[in-house]
């Protein structure tokens, strides 16, 4: 038998099944679905979507993405340095200018190669 502290766990599970349920049927009955060449056009993506798998493709997508993934975790590290700023004093603004730096230093050299120019 099922103990009464578990009973609103399971009401919320239960609810939450239900409507994901509900909210996949609603979908499929009332969506609209009309393809045409426009929906079927490649989107940032770079190739044909319904093409060979094996087809070249180009590398610039994926250093593009790889640059954004590099340059955005600097914000993992930023957040919880700025929260307790304070308490790491003189010698947590100097490693994480240390840091800055480096990160600046990256970013100026992938701009001064063209990594992130488009043509």
Request: proline fraction near 3%; hydrophobic fraction near 60%; charge should be negative.
């Amino acid at each position: 038998m099922i103990s009464v502290q578990y009973l609103p766990i399971l009401v919320f599970v239960l609810l939450a099944a239900l409507m994901g349920g509900a909210m996949i049927v609603a979908n499929s009955v009332l969506a609209r679905f009309h393809p045409d060449t426009q929906k079927n056009s490649p989107y940032e993506c770079g190739f044909e979507a319904f093409e060979d798998a094996r087809m070249k493709f180009d590398i610039r997508y994926y250093l593009i993405a790889i640059l954004f993934i590099l340059f955005d975790l600097e914000i993992a590290f930023l957040v919880p340095w700025a929260l307790v700023f304070k308490q790491l004093g003189m010698y947590g603004f100097i490693v994480m200018s240390v840091f800055l730096t480096i990160l600046i230093a990256g970013f100026i050299y992938v701009w001064k190669k063209g990594a992130l120019e488009w043509e």
